[in-house]
């Protein structure tokens, strides 16, 4: 089995996971550990929970990294950086813009407006080029990027491919002439097949959208060159020597079967991930001491109460053996991913349940501790 | 107030990992237990209730499946639903809408749209509300599974943003009535399930405030689930007393006694703090010790469920 150090030896690392696991906490943990250990580090995360963001000074507006300080965090180490999605893409497209009259083309273009703004899939896209475009950053030696949830993640790994092949030259070939350009009233730029689909969903759609999206197509064609070699490198970075991943779940049944299903995804990728961190696993404090379930057991177990009343221990010993259930249940869940994760000498930990939520600077360095099984040190701050 | 089951469809929404898939299915359970028919609709990739029932489906994806009687399932599929959609809607039927969604550039580009396959997802849910067997209609209740909001409210936010942005014509009119329907109180509920911590119910607060300034969509409780009870409540003085014994046993059991009590702290003050700040109604449902394992499990939430929500 890995050790935690060897995560660090990537240059950019992707947490993914299902939704609700913990994704950020986990990021930002790992990025906080680099830091200490003495690498320039930024954590990028898309949608943290609002406390989490200002625990770590970081909010939509600000467009470039911002130092997190405190929590004995060596000075100037560690950045974070919450990408917005609308304004990821709106950069993107100004700076692959061959002119301003194409650009604001693009921005006044309403189909533009939806797709840039809040629609599902556009996160991914323009996250995406963020990352991309920081981890050619020299000033930063560590990169860690939060994921949306499992089902968006796999967007997030499609969205070069995706966006490759809205751009192919042959898709777009398709539907526009090659000498299309200025003066282009109606649909005369469409090729006769791109004319008759496009006449066929005017009965669906009305008139305007497809003189939008006509409109959104031929502009966005001159912007195929700078996304194509955008995607290329984005596709580059998922999948090359300098990435890693680090699979973070829940304990639960339906956490460790969606993890499994990511994994099988993630190899047909030929990515194998680095760490698989499991977290809000139901403590049991003493491995020395059995886990009451079953009659016999839990027998034996009130035996060794010293309870003046047996009644005491015996009412115990069942609440205890409910609890046990569950601890029994994560640890079942949990094995053949932990084992899988062995096989392929991955690094392993497990996060105990913690009695609060982690949402500051404090609660995360407890998360790094479990992570890292370093023990808390005293510090000034 | 009207059970959940009184409504044509409950969209069941909140954060990933709050327990949607729980919810509807232990929803759909006990509407078939009632005597009505209802369909779950999930919108992941894979399904995931078949299994928790203790059901094989075998099939294709966006079809609907018998589960139990008068318990359906379907998968959304949108690629299935958008063919159905414009075979509907095309003068040549079936075979234009086959042929469009057979042009590989079109696929291509399709691909490429964010929002299309929420709009034909809902679209879907909308056209099988309008069925009818006779003179009622073909499901009592359509569940929704709905995706984890995330980055935005985006699945149920489409229909309006498709209807803004497509102007005229049957799309525009379609997407409209399926906002319609989203925001009638009579039909639809949408149901928000969060957990009972600091982050999870902040989440839930900011859902709550788009679901019904932004959205305008009819909510009227919403559930916590995988609540922490009190450890050994009963009999009185127990928990002093266990604190007393001596030995590993002793210690390791007043441990997780000690680790569980902190978290139905903590779980009650984040219960309250919802209940304050939204002003819902809300429906606990426990944390069941063992976790959900089956269809037995998911039954025992169907109580709680259906009681009347209360202001802890």
Known sequence: ?381 | MLSLLDRNLVVVTGKGGTGKTTVVSALGLAAAKQGSRALLVETGRDPQIPSRLGVDIDGSDGEIHALAPGLDHLLMSPHVALREYLSLQLPGGAGWAGRILDIPAFRTWLDAVPGWRELITLGKVWHLAQQTDGDRPLYDSILVDAPATGHGLTFLDVPGVAAAAVRAGPLHRHAAAVEDLLRDPVRTVVLPVALPEETPVSETLELLERLQADLEVPVDRVVVNSFEAAPLADPPGLRERLDQWQGPEARCLAECVAHVDRRHTLHEAQRARLAGACGLPLVTLPRLASGIIGAEDLSLLAGPLLADAVTP
């Open chain 1, 1 to 381: 089995m890995s050790t935690f150090e060897t995560l660090l030896e990537a240059r950019v690392l992707f947490c993914v996971g299902p939704g609700g696991v913990g994704k950020t906490t986990m990021a930002a943990a790992v990025a906080m550990a680099a830091a200490r250990s003495g690498k320039k580090t930024l954590v990028v995360t898309i949608d943290p929970a609002r406390r989490l963001a200002d625990a770590l000074n970081i909010s939509p507006a600000a467009d470039t990294p911002v130092a997190v300080e405190g929590a004995g965090l060596p000075h100037g180490m560690l950045r974070a950086l919450m990408v917005e999605p609308k304004r990821a893409f709106d950069r993107l497209v100004s700076r692959l813009s061959p002119d301003e009259a194409t650009r604001a083309t693009l921005f006044a273009n309403p189909l533009y407006q939806q797709i840039s703004s809040r629609l599902a899939g556009s996160a991914e896209y323009a996250a995406m080029a963020r990352v991309q475009e920081l981890s050619e950053d020299p000033e930063i030696e560590f990169l860690v990027v939060d994921t949306p949830p499992a089902a968006h993640a796999l967007d997030f790994l499609d969205a070069p491919e995706r966006l490759n092949g809205l751009l192919d030259p042959k898709a777009l070939q398709w539907w526009i002439r090659p000498a299309a350009s200025a003066g282009r009233l109606g649909f005369r730029w469409l090729q006769r097949g791109a004319r008759g689909l496009v006449q066929a969903l005017e009965r669906v759609t009305g008139l305007g959208f497809l003189e939008d999206i006509s409109e959104f197509l031929l502009a966005f064609e001159q912007l195929t060159t700078g996304f194509r070699d955008r995607a290329d490198r984005m596709q580059t970075l998922l999948s090359g020597a300098d990435a890693a991943y680090l699979l973070a779940t829940a304990p639960s049944p339906q956490s460790v079967s969606q993890s499994r299903d990511f994994i099988l995804r993630l190899a047909e990728r030929d990515i194998v991930p680095r760490a698989i961190v499991a977290n809000r696993v139901r403590p049991w404090p003493d491995p020395g001491v059995p886990l009451p379930i079953g009659p016999k057991a839990q027998r034996a177990y009130a035996k060794q109460l010293p309870a003046e009343d047996t009644a005491d221990a015996v009412v115990a010993v069942e609440w205890l053996g409910a609890y046990a259930v569950g601890v029994d249940r994560d640890r079942h869940a949990l094995a053949p991913l932990l084992e899988e994760a062995t096989r392929n000498d991955a690094f392993v930990a497990l996060i105990p349940e913690l009695a609060g939520d982690v949402h500051d600077l404090d609660g995360l360095v407890q998360i790094e501790h479990a992570l890292s099984g370093r023990q808390p040190t005293k510090r000034s701050s």
